[in-house]
């Protein structure tokens, strides 16, 4: 075996001890700081250029909701 042979091992054994509800919670957590960033962006870098206001075009909105379904889903998993 090469030496990166053992690294890879010693690497897989530490990251075997991480508990999966941390994991877990880091990726939700990941999730809601993104939907957080995205809520706080002004509306003229979320709305495509010259176009009249519309429900469909609020992309903040849009994607609060598939960030909240993603959250969500990774909740009840």
């Known amino acids: ?3 990166l042979h053992h690294i890879g091992e010693a690497l897989r054994q530490a990251l ?3 508990p999966l509800g941390f994991v877990r919670a880091l990726f939700v957590a990941l999730l809601v700081g993104l939907a ?6 002004p509306r003229a ?3 495509p250029d010259g176009a009249k206001p519309k429900l ?3 992309l903040k909105m849009w994607t609060a909701i598939t960030l909240g379904i993603q959250v969500v889903i990774y909740l009840l998993l």
């Open 1 to 3: 075996m090469t030496p």
């Open 16 to 18: 075997l001890h991480v």
């Open 36 to 41: 957080i960033w995205v809520a706080c962006l």
């Open 45 to 47: 870098q979320t709305t």
């Open 56 to 58: 469909s075009q609020n």
